[in-house]
């Protein structure tokens, strides 16, 4: 365990788990409850019903420690793992990731879930996202595989969003 638990082996989150760890620090450390929609609106624009955004917890972390983490999360995609997730014009914050899968409960060869988890704007965040992928092939590495999906899905969501109002 000493030598598997700081790079992450041992240690299980879900990915909606690991979604609102990324988004509690594009929050500053306030935890609101993941969702897909926000909420429903009728032909006129009315909204009929709320659905996100409820906050579930602050200071989950503190201000300055979320704030210290988010730099770090936007050096992995300017200088580290994740350049592929980096949008023109925008500084984004993520982590990759590429673990072995557990088969008959040992760590394969050559099997593995590719990882890449982050939110953007950095500086003044609209979307958090998680990219995974299961056994991809023939590259494995998150920053590989997940970080491009992760690009074009904001890329484009952030499109939508600023021509909707």
Do not use: W
Request: with cysteine.
């Amino acid at each position: 365990s000493i030598g598997a638990v700081p790079i992450g082996y041992e240690v299980t989150v879900t990915p909606l788990q690991l979604l609102g760890m990324m988004a509690t620090v594009a929050n500053n450390g306030t935890y609101v409850q993941p969702f897909v929609v926000r909420y429903i609106q009728d032909k006129q624009g009315h909204v009929v019903k709320s659905l996100g955004g409820k906050v579930l917890a602050e200071h989950v972390i503190e201000e300055k420690i979320a704030q210290l983490f988010k730099e770090i999360l936007v050096d992995v995609v300017e200088h580290g793992t994740a350049q592929k997730a980096q949008i023109k014009g925008m500084r984004v914050a993520g982590k990759t990731g590429t673990s072995r899968k557990v088969i008959g409960g040992a760590y394969s060869e050559g099997k593995y879930y590719a990882t890449f988890a982050g939110f953007a704007p950095a500086d003044d965040p609209r979307l958090a996202a998680i990219v995974i992928m299961d056994e991809p092939h023939p590259a494995y590495f998150g920053g590989t595989v997940c970080a491009p999906v992760f690009k074009e899905v904001i890329e484009n969501a952030l499109k939508y969003l600023a021509s909707s109002g």
